[in-house]
């Protein structure tokens, strides 16, 4: 699609938004008149000079009707009289009218008191001058932050923004080709904006109806085992996964923990995918990356985790927080709907635990202010961002919206709550897509999401004991003398760290107290319902023989675990080997099934997805997945109502929205490596206009454990992602004894 403006609907959906747009308005109006009259009433009880009530006194409510019709009668013959008085006095001196403004108003405050009832208002003329003066300075500071959030307002802004760019720029030729906008809705399933855009009323109009008719197309792809935001947002934009196994993990060589979305690390994954690829990123041609783990190459980044911790304290991004909030508008309308949503969030909470929805976690302490940093500042900040770049002209744009996956992590994926967060991103898509008229190309908008969201139950509080006491159980150690304090709104908790820019927490693993000699204990640690258990002391992978010979009892602890539904364990005779419930056993290397097929319930693909991971070099030593039962519910590892990062359920299936002029491959979409091959395929025209053909998709299969990709040959586009070399198939494992 290319958008040059608004979705054209029809005329049923044209009478209804102007209705809503004179609601608004009638609104605005109210709440004007309202903080008028209360201006009006607090000066009359400061002042001794000016009163509303009878000398012999006044009910309150006789004396909030008195400054209600002096407040009304001023606005209305401000309104009338000011235009009349203007167009009379302009032939007067600036200076003179200047100082004529301030008796002005106090003699139309003076008219608007004579018709209070009864004349009840009383003042003097030099008392009235100062009162019109803080009403008009706070009907005009009410107006103006009920005016940011109009939208109507805020594309006005834009146009006249976008014309002192390009008196800037010198006015030049527009470039010919479409810019694309790449919009992730951050852990939207593909079964959940299907709901989203059906129905008769859907909760994302502006998507059903790009949908609706027909400018858009909706497809269904599937993640990879890791189905999280940093295993999926690196492949896309770097072209590479390899080597992110979860989104925290211990590597033994340095001892510390790996996490997805700590600058440091994100920083070191980049280099990483970089280093192997030989690519520096999707985005390297005259791309952004805004709200974004990864810069994708750009050169252009804001709120980026990756190149958080390389700004120093007095080095700001001119597109990030410090320039959105420099802008006086830009933090009204923020701060207003900051403040709504924490309050939005408590009531939420409270109406959730007094209608008893199950599953529930706790929602208290900071967990208000993070979500609305979330779902607020970091959405407006990238939306602004994102106008931005379009108004620039830049070629490609990638911006994460985050805020449905922080409010479906604690709300659930099908939530009421989670729903009405969909219906806000709605309204800043609309925004966006607005924007585009006034951009010097034109833009075609390809919205995506990088995993799903399963719900269920948490693993401890459905079996009153966590993946870590299961471990320490199957090991034969005591329990852990000391607590450890569940915590949520992580991922949006690192998100405000770093814009506060504090130091990192938890790089190193925990140094638990030895138990039955030298030997350290297993670090456990969780990736939504995906747990990981290693071994420090053990160098290199751990084998099943070696677990089995030090804690013979953890293995059968884990398979037999009822909310446990398989383990991934590397055996030196059979190599990789997936284990479940009932002595279920599958071979990956030769795709023999003993028993029950641990991975029978987790969808076809299962057994490449696994694979593939067990070549990671940072693999742990035992993988473990929770249980999915026929509805896909699963029992997340932490405490998070709604989950990803492993297999099961929805989780593993996100969406593509996208223009239905650019070409799909035919086969499914299989891990978001092959998005980043689609994506630039689809970017690749804009720089070279003559290239033609299929969009190169790597093929479906896992690769194996092996040396880096040889860097790919350079084009004027970056680069093209090098050709996967030939992997074995993951045998069909289909009811074979």
């Known amino acids: 699609m290319w958008q040059g403006g608004a979705v054209p609907q029809p005329g049923g959906k044209r009478e209804r938004a102007a209705g809503r747009a004179a609601l608004r308005a009638a609104g605005r109006v109210v709440v004007v008149w309202t903080v008028a009259t209360a201006t009006l009433a607090v000066l009359a009880w400061l002042l001794p000079d000016f009163r509303i009530e009878a000398p012999s006194g006044d009910s309150p409510t006789q004396i909030a009707v008195t400054a209600a019709y002096g407040a009304g009668a001023f606005g209305v013959l401000s309104a009338l009289v000011w235009p009349l008085l203007v167009r009379a006095l302009l032939l007067v001196p600036a200076l003179v009218l200047g100082a004529l403004v301030f008796f002005l108003n106090g003699s139309l405050l003076l008219v608007a008191l004579d018709l209070t009832p009864g004349g009840r208002g009383e003042v003097t003329p030099a008392t009235a001058v100062v009162i019109a003066a803080v009403m008009s300075a706070a009907s005009s500071a009410t107006s103006t932050a009920l005016a940011v959030r109009d939208d109507a307002a805020y594309g006005r802004r834009l146009a006249r923004l976008a014309g002192r760019r390009r008196r800037r720029a010198g006015d030049p030729p527009p470039p010919v080709s479409p810019g694309t906008v790449f919009l992730q809705l951050d852990g939207v399933g593909h079964d959940v904006l299907r709901d989203a855009l059906t129905g008769g009323s859907p909760a994302m109009p502006t998507l059903a109806g790009w949908l609706a008719d027909g400018t858009h197309r909706l497809t269904a792809w599937r993640t990879d085992w890791s189905s999280q935001t940093g295993a999926s947002q690196l492949a896309i934009l770097h072209g590479s996964n390899h080597d992110v196994p979860a989104f925290r993990w211990f590597e033994k060589e340095t001892g510390q923990v790996m996490v997805c979305n700590r600058p440091s690390s994100a920083a070191e994954l980049e280099r990483r995918a970089v280093a192997r690829t030989g690519c520096p990123g999707l985005l390297a041609a005259d791309g952004a990356s805004r709200g974004n783990l990864f810069t994708g190459g750009a050169e252009q980044s804001a709120l980026v985790m990756s190149v958080a911790a390389q700004r120093g304290k007095f080095s700001r991004s001119r597109s990030g927080y410090f320039a959105y909030f420099s802008d006086p508008a830009n933090a009204v309308r923020t701060a207003w709907s900051f403040a709504a949503e924490v309050g939005r969030e408590i009531g ?342 003559a290239v033609a053909g299929p969009v190169p998709v790597p093929a479906a299969e896992p690769a194996v454990a092996g040396p880096a990709v040889e860097p790919a040959a350079r084009t004027a586009r970056g680069c093209v992602p090098a050709a996967r070399r030939p992997v074995p198939r993951a045998p069909d494992t289909a009811a074979r004894p």
């Not at 106008?387 to 709300?411: K, Q």
């Not at 006034?438 to 079996?463: K, M, N």
């Not at 670090?523 to 677990?547: K, Q, Y």
């Open 348 to 689: 939420e909470s409270t109406a959730s635990r007094l209608r008893g929805d199950r599953p529930r976690i706790g929602r208290g302490g900071l967990y208000p202010v993070l979500r609305a940093f979330a779902t607020v500042v970091e959405r407006d900040v990238a939306v602004a961002a994102v106008v931005g770049d379009m108004l620039a002209g830049r070629t490609a744009v990638y911006a994460d919206l985050v805020a449905y996956d922080e409010v479906a992590h604690h709300s659930g994926p099908h939530s009421r709550d989670a729903r009405k967060v969909l219906a806000r991103l709605d309204r800043s898509i609309r925004l966006i897509a607005g924007a585009a008229r006034y951009a010097p190309r034109a833009y075609r908008f390809v919205l995506l999401s990088d995993h799903g969201q399963s719900g269920g139950a948490t693993f401890e509080d459905t079996y009153g004991e966590g993946l870590r006491e299961v471990v320490r159980r199957g090991c034969g150690l005591p329990p852990a003398s000391h607590g450890h304090r569940r915590r949520t709104g992580t991922e949006a908790r690192a998100a405000a760290r770093s814009a506060l820019r504090r130091p990192e927490r938890g790089r190193r693993a925990p140094e638990e107290a030895e138990c039955g000699g030298p030997r350290s204990e297993p670090v456990v640690l969780a990736s939504g319902n995906l747990g990981l258990v290693a071994f420090p002391d053990i160098p290199g992978r751990a084998t099943l023989e070696e677990i089995s010979r030090r804690s013979p009892g953890l293995l059968p602890a884990l398979t037999a675990h009822p909310g446990v539904g398989f383990v991934l364990v590397r055996s030196a005779e059979r190599g990789p080997l997936v284990l479940g419930a009932d002595g279920g056993e599958h071979e990956l290397a030769t795709g023999r099934v003993t028993g029950p097929d641990p991975l029978a319930r987790f969808g076809p693909g299962a057994a490449a997805a696994v694979l593939r991971a067990d070549g990671f070099p940072h693999t742990a030593d035992l993988m473990v997945n929770s249980a999915v039962d026929a509805r896909g519910s699963v029992h997340a590892f932490e405490e998070q109502a709604g989950s990803h990062g492993g297999l099961g359920g929805p989780q593993s299936h996100p969406f593509l929205l996208s223009p239905a002029d650019l070409p799909l491959p035919q086969g499914p979409l299989v891990g978001a490596e092959a998005l980043h091959a689609l994506f630039h395929g689809w970017l690749a025209p804009v720089v070279e206009p």
